[in-house]
């Protein structure tokens, strides 16, 4: 179960109790879920089932290989996590971009965390740091300046297999990640 399942999980049941009138802070229509911000501790509790739910599908996998129909039920009826794959990228107006699957990655999930369900997706995590790239207009106008358009800078990973997963802002400049296929990474 991702971050981005929870997310849709939790917008949709916040959706549906806005509906009902249970407090009036919950969104009334699908609009205003798709731009909800849930309680903290909300997202939290979510982000502990979803690691139940994993633990339990890997021993169900791992225990019951070749155990029949019914085995194959209780797999079928788990959440399932959309494999990360590339997409195409629209960059936002100022060059800045999340892969659909990887937006709800944020400052709440630590770097363990993100690593580890890359790695379960088959990939590892590639850092590309603006500053190392950028030409040095790009970085005047940038560090310098103030001005937060990086629409030019257009980071490349080098692994064979490799596709953008986000360019983000950070507290030291602008950064991209790729997810990199472990079979490319030596």
Excluded at 10 to 18: D, N, W
Excluded at 43 to 55: M, S, T
Aim: one cysteine or more; hydrophobic letters at 35%; a negative charge.
């Amino acid at each position: 179960m991702t971050p981005n399942m929870i997310n849709d999980i939790l917008r949709t049941e916040a959706l549906k109790a806005g509906l009902r009138g249970e407090h009036s802070y919950l969104p009334k229509t699908e609009q205003e879920a798709e731009t909800f911000t849930h309680h903290n501790w909300v997202y939290c509790a979510a982000w502990q089932f979803a690691e139940i739910a994993h633990r339990m599908e890997s021993a169900i996998r791992q225990y019951c290989i070749g155990g029949g129909s019914e085995v194959k039920a209780l797999l079928d009826s788990l959440p399932k996590a959309k494999t990360l794959a590339p997409v195409e990228i629209a960059r936002n107006e100022l060059g800045y971009w999340d892969h659909p699957d990887w937006q709800t990655w944020d400052e709440r999930n630590t770097l363990t965390e993100t690593n580890d369900y890359t790695l379960q997706q088959g990939y590892r995590l590639k850092f590309i740091h603006f500053e190392d790239e950028c030409s040095n207009e790009q970085f005047e106008r940038y560090f310098s300046d103030g001005d937060p358009d990086i629409s030019d800078w257009n980071p490349i990973c080098d692994y064979e297999g490799s596709f953008l997963l986000s360019i983000y802002e950070t507290e030291d400049g602008p950064q991209a990640v790729f997810a990199v296929p472990l079979e490319k990474v030596s």
